[in-house]
């Protein structure tokens, strides 16, 4: 079983920058998938980015790609997302994910993830 607990969370102004940070426990993450994921009111969720040893990459939705970067530090068991230059349509609950067995075309599908954080709200005001 893995653990996982999102944090970094918060308000900020379009334009602005926030770290979310991903824990992971009770495994280490190495040779797992990490990927962060969001969802936002009223909407399904999306896929925001994802870092997979084994397939290359990372890999970014083509929303943020160029504004958020995603990495690891497999030491401290731990996933990060770097968001620049945040919109109003960023706002979301963003949530972490783990699955140890993905192959390259399901890096992007929620349901193939066995493993979730709580999430972590965003808001982006403008």
């Known amino acids: 079983q893995v653990q996982l607990v999102e944090s970094g969370g918060g308000l900020v102004q379009a334009g602005g920058s926030l770290r979310l940070s991903c824990a992971a426990s009770g495994r280490t993450i190495n040779g797992y998938v990490m990927a962060w994921f969001r969802q936002a009111p009223g909407k399904e969720r999306e896929f925001v980015s994802a870092?997979?040893?084994?397939?290359?990459?990372?890999f970014y939705a083509g929303s943020v790609k160029g504004r958020f970067a995603i990495s690891r530090d497999d030491a401290k068991n731990t996933v990060y997302l770097q968001m620049n230059s945040l919109k109003p349509e960023d706002t979301a609950v963003y949530y972490c994910?783990?699955?140890?067995?993905?192959?390259?075309?399901?890096?992007?599908?929620?349901?193939?993830?066995?493993?979730w954080g709580q999430g972590t709200q965003v808001t982006v005001s403008s």
């Open positions: 994910a783990a699955d140890r067995n993905l192959i390259l075309s399901s890096l992007s599908n929620s349901a193939q993830y066995d493993y």
């Open positions: 870092h997979s040893k084994r397939h290359g990459g990372p």
